[in-house]
């Protein structure tokens, strides 16, 4: 896992701490709520790393990954 993936990694962990939820079930549905803007925390949360390299939401197939545990495959 590279720095950056680290950085949004812990800054989720940080943002599900600091939620007012007690169970587990509690904290996807906070997660998942929509606001006012239309967005839900996790949202957000996807929004706020969609400009970095290797985002959250990347346009990366699963096959522009398998040169990195095979080697370059050719089709």
Known sequence: MNAANVEMLMDFVDLVNHM???TPTE????????GENG????DEFRNQYSGR???LKAEQRPEDFLGALHG???T
């Open 72 to 74: 370059d495959v050719s």
């Open 20 to 22: 007012n939820a007690a």
């Open 27 to 34: 904290r996807r549905a906070a997660l998942l709520a929509l």
């Open 53 to 55: 390299r290797g985002s």
């Open 39 to 42: 967005q839900s925390v996790l």
